[in-house]
């Protein structure tokens, strides 16, 4: 069975200070994708970062960034210089080939402060 | 915006009674996925549809049906409700091919309470 840990429940931070959200995943199967996930107060979840097993490239995106790291199953996520905007709950999620149900964490509450 | 509307946004039911919450899925997409978030936790898993039919299915009761229409839009359905499925129910869409798995759109879902 597969199993998504994000041990942090909440985290508070102060505009422009870095943070990084960690996500720790479990599964047997060899062909996997691992997402990430934004929930705003509205509840649509919003799509951030799809990786593939296959690719373990970290991979930037103006102030947000990932590091995939098969040798821990860890898939963290950084927000450079946090902004008000980024108070959200972030799921990370995991789902094996086609067709297959997407396994997500329970959550890490992020309060940017100004 | 994702394009995947849900309706309604928001209901009040008392247990024992059925309610049936549907979907539109963005276009193009042909799964549709329906997850049910209890406060402060992740989305649970309930069941996919592809191309009509149920293509997996979560930890969840038979009271917990579905369908997918030739639009590809959805409806879930719960029978019999009892206090702990008041929830979000979030709907996703996705295009999946056996190559590849797409990321979900979900929509801003239907908030359940039962009393």
């Known amino acids: 069975a597969q199993k998504v840990t994000q041990a942090q429940t909440e985290i508070s931070v102060v505009e422009k200070e870095d943070v990084t959200l960690d996500c720790v995943y479990e599964?047997?199967?060899?062909?996997?994708?691992l997402f990430w996930y934004k929930q705003p107060p509205s509840g649509e979840l919003v799509f951030l970062i799809r990786?593939?097993?296959?690719?373990?490239q970290n991979e930037i995106s103006g102030r947000y960034s990932w590091n995939f790291q098969k040798s821990t199953s860890s898939f963290n996520f950084t927000i450079t210089a946090s902004q008000v905007v980024d108070s959200a709950v972030y799921f990370c999620?995991?789902?094996?080939?086609?067709?297959?149900?997407?396994?997500f964490g329970p959550g890490t509450r992020l309060s940017v402060l100004p | 915006e994702t394009g995947v509307t849900q309706s309604p946004t928001h209901l009040i039911k008392t247990r024992g009674q059925q309610v049936t919450l549907r979907c539109s899925s963005q276009?193009?997409?042909?799964?549709v996925s329906w997850y049910q978030q209890a406060l402060g936790q992740g989305p649970q898993f309930i069941f996919q549809?592809?191309?009509?039919?149920?293509?997996g299915r979560g930890n969840f009761p038979p009271r917990f049906s579905g369908l997918q229409f030739p639009n590809y839009s959805s409806e879930l359905n719960v029978n019999a409700l009892e206090l702990d499925d008041s929830a979000l129910y979030l709907c996703?869409?996705?295009?999946?091919?056996?190559?590849?798995?797409?990321?979900?759109?979900f929509g801003e879902g239907s908030r359940l309470t039962v009393l």
């Open positions: 996703a869409s996705s295009l999946s091919t056996f190559r590849d798995t797409g990321e979900l759109f």
């Open positions: 599964t047997r199967d060899t062909t996997y994708y």
């Open positions: 990786r593939n097993s296959f690719d373990e």
């Open positions: 999620a995991l789902t094996l080939n086609y067709g297959q149900n997407f396994v």
């Open positions: 276009s193009g997409h042909n799964t």
């Open positions: 549809y592809y191309r009509e039919e149920e293509n």
